[in-house]
């Protein structure tokens, strides 16, 4: 039955929808009445039709998010306060029993998350990405990504939960120390495999054979003190006309992707500043430090479920009645980010600044005039807002405003 926890979590819910509700308002407005013109820094450098797609295309997205939060909110509280939860559990538990009993519950509810979710997912795909141009993907590839997503999701998920469910119920009272040691060897091990095993499986690698494009960026990487064990293009169009680059991998098992779509738009000295903002994350051990900051945030939540998993407080406020573990950890995972959403801002923060950290390295070790270029034709060819609302962007952007980017840029 509901309790002051109840009410604890319904204030914070919706201060949470009414956060995001305000700022998607404001970005909309925002970009809305910078639309008629070019703003006065990319006058000449971006085309008026290419302003108005952009702008069109962030009011779309803007738009699909916000019927993306009522669907999100309508689940949370179809799986707690409506008991549906619960309901799943009173229909596992007569059924199986132990860590079979653990699984299934926890595939029930992702599997009915994922149904939920893919209205929007089609939508996002198939109107707007295709409204705007962006959009290669058929329906059969989306339907077959889908199918190896989920097959991936159980291969690699049930014994993943597996394990996380038995190490709660054998290891005592600090089972959430072990869950987080496991959590941490699983999240190093994933992306020590996911270059080599698991994107190939959606998308193929091809050796860069460009001769004298790859003699450019050997000569920066050597310039720039690293060892590569490889530079590929990957077929990137056959989903998206998005570009890309990025650098994956550990020690001397690093290797660098470009998507064929970024190179087959970026000049060779473009391409290579762009990949020298990639090399700044790393010289700047920006990579390391995010993985130590989320291998530290998983410790501090598992550390405060380990304080809730006995508290029927905690289950009763959120409509389960009957606690117990895995219960537990499927509401804390549910309920958890409505109150660590107003970290958002400080991971935007973090994030912005290695970002200008990266953009001063590429600066320095290619061109500030090369990268800037780039920049505006990534920024163009993906229809990123010029202009956003900056309370939207501090809160949100993992990247700076262009304009502020090649401000900084043109400064250094
Ligand atoms: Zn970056």
């Known amino acids: 039955m509901p309790n002051s926890f109840s009410l604890v979590f319904l204030a914070a819910l919706l201060l949470m929808c009414a956060l995001r509700l305000w700022l998607a308002g404001r970005q909309i407005a925002?970009?809305?009445?910078?639309?008629?013109?070019?703003?006065?820094?990319?006058?000449?450098?971006i085309e008026l039709v290419a302003h108005h797609k952009a702008a069109d295309y962030t009011v779309a997205r803007t738009r699909l998010g916000r019927i993306g939060l009522a669907v999100e909110v309508v689940l949370l509280l179809a799986f707690t306060f409506a008991g549906g939860l619960q309901a799943l559990h009173d229909f596992w538990s007569v059924r199986v029993d132990g860590l079979l009993y653990g699984l299934l519950l926890i595939f029930s509810v992702l599997l009915i998350s994922a149904l939920v979710d893919l209205p929007l997912a089609l939508y996002h795909q198939f109107v707007i990405e295709q409204r705007f141009g962006f959009n290669r993907m058929s329906l059969k590839l989306f339907v077959f990504d889908l199918?190896?997503?989920?097959?991936?999701?159980?291969?690699?998920?049930?014994p993943v939960?597996?394990?996380?469910?038995?190490?709660?119920?054998?290891?005592?009272?600090?089972?959430?120390?072990?869950?987080w040691?496991?959590?941490?060897?699983?999240?190093?091990?994933?992306?020590?495999?996911?270059?080599?095993?698991?994107?190939?499986?959606?998308?193929?690698?091809?050796?860069?054979?460009d001769a004298p494009l790859k003699a450019r960026i050997e000569a920066l990487l050597a310039r720039c003190?690293?060892?590569?064990?490889?530079?590929?293009?990957?077929?990137?169009?056959?989903?998206?006309?998005?570009?890309?680059?990025?650098?994956?991998?550990?020690?001397?098992?690093?290797?660098?992707?470009?998507?064929?779509?970024?190179?087959?738009?970026?000049q060779p000295p473009e391409v290579e500043a762009v990949l020298a903002h990639e090399l700044g994350h790393f010289r700047h051990r920006h990579v390391l430090r995010r993985i130590a900051l989320l291998f530290a945030m998983s410790l501090a939540f598992l550390a405060v479920l380990g304080q809730l998993i006995d508290a029927t407080w905690f289950y009763n406020g959120l409509g389960v009645e009957t606690p117990n573990t895995v219960l537990g950890l499927i509401l804390f995972v549910l309920a958890g980010p409505v109150f660590t959403f107003l970290l958002t801002p400080l991971l935007s923060l973090l994030s912005r600044r290695d970002e200008f950290e990266a953009d001063r390295y590429a600066a320095e070790n290619t061109s500030a005039s090369n990268l800037i270029t780039a920049l505006v034709k990534l920024y163009e060819d993906n229809a990123?807002?010029?202009?956003?609302?900056?309370?939207?962007?501090?809160?949100?952007?993992?990247?700076?405003?262009?304009?502020?980017?090649i401000a900084r840029v043109q400064a250094a």
Do not use: E
């Open 30 to 45: 925002h970009v809305i009445a910078h639309r008629a013109q070019v703003p006065s820094g990319f006058a000449g450098r």
């Open 147 to 158: 199918l190896k997503q989920a097959t991936l999701a159980v291969a690699i998920g049930a």
């Open 161 to 179: 939960v597996l394990a996380v469910l038995w190490l709660m119920a054998r290891m005592g009272s600090f089972w959430w120390l072990y869950v």
């Open 181 to 209: 040691l496991f959590w941490c060897a699983f999240n190093l091990l994933l992306l020590f495999i996911y270059p080599t095993w698991i994107a190939p499986l959606f998308n193929s690698f091809i050796a860069l054979d």
């Open 225 to 266: 003190g690293f060892a590569s064990s490889g530079l590929f293009v990957m077929d990137g169009s056959r989903r998206s006309s998005h570009g890309n680059a990025y650098f994956t991998g550990f020690g001397k098992n690093k290797r660098i992707v470009f998507f064929d779509t970024l190179l087959g738009r970026l």
């Open 384 to 405: 990123a807002t010029l202009t956003p609302d900056p309370l939207h962007s501090l809160f949100y952007d993992s990247h700076p405003p262009a304009a502020l980017r």
